[in-house]
């Protein structure tokens, strides 16, 4: 059975919770602009396309459907990596004591855009050969992996060193990892049905609920806002999430407080 390594006391995950909540409230509006830029945006905008050509053509899906299909994706991918190393970079900022500024922080994304594509590219790979055998290995490389974004970013690192940086940083530390990621699955889940199931029924109270509009009506608002939104409210949490972690474990393993962790920025 694969080893995640002996679980060290001093890695705290009410503190990873704390650190996380706390950088996110106290930086919820550049956070959430951010995220609604970079996130929910796209997110949007990729469902009412496929929702106006379903509309428009009943499920009959042309080639240019496709091609937008393609567009939206890589516009996604290239904020989705841009929103990660925007919020990992606010959230350090935070843990020092200092304000995130909406302009640093998307400045931060866009300059380290390329290497955490790069990054998550070859992680995605990995994690995802690794769960085609027998599952195991996949969590395994994610859990260790957990935080090579935060290494780049942070330590300006390269690619290849930031994943080998994150191995190390992770060891000792990996079966609270492990759980934090369940708690966040298992929350995030029970949140997002929640939300839309009452995002629906009241969608479809609006769209009129003996009508065959309403149960449209409930969708459309469930796809083109529901989801976005929640999205990047999860994606909003989870990179500060990541950089909680990040900061824990290099204050466990080399004393380093997110004081000085911070000062890279200046």
Not at 31 to 37: A, I, N, R, V
Not at 224 to 230: A, E
């Amino acid at each position: 059975m694969t080893d995640f390594g002996g679980s060290r006391r001093s890695f705290e995950i009410g503190r990873i919770f704390e650190r996380t909540f706390g950088a996110v409230g106290f930086n919820f509006m550049p956070f959430l602009g951010l995220s609604l830029l970079l996130s929910g945006l796209p997110q949007a905008v990729f469902a009412y396309i496929q929702l106006e050509n379903v509309k428009s053509t009943d499920g009959d899906f042309s080639p240019t459907y496709f091609g937008y299909l393609l567009v939206g994706w890589l516009v996604a991918l290239v904020c989705s990596m841009t929103l990660q190393a925007a919020i990992i970079h606010g959230a350090v900022l935070d843990m020092n004591g200092r304000k995130a500024r909406f302009a640093d922080c998307l400045a931060t994304g866009i300059r380290n855009f390329l290497p955490v594509l790069a990054i998550s590219i070859l992680s995605g790979l990995g994690v995802g050969l690794g769960t085609l055998m027998l599952v195991i290995p996949g969590i395994f490389l994610a859990i260790v992996w957990v935080v090579v974004v935060p290494v780049r970013v942070v330590e300006n690192a390269g690619v290849f060193e930031s994943f080998g940086r994150s191995m190390r940083l992770t060891e000792g530390s990996r079966w609270s990892i492990l759980l934090l990621f369940v708690i966040y699955v298992v929350l995030s889940a029970i949140v997002g049905a929640i939300v839309t199931a009452v995002a629906m029924g009241v969608a479809a109270g609006v769209g009129g609920l003996a009508s065959l509009q309403g149960p449209s009506t409930a969708m459309t608002i469930v796809q083109v806002v529901v989801s976005p939104l929640i999205g990047s409210l999860s994606a909003m949490i989870g990179a500060s999430g990541v950089a909680a972690i990040y900061t824990e474990l290099r204050t466990i393993k080399e004393g380093v407080v997110p004081e000085q962790l911070a000062s890279v920025f200046d």
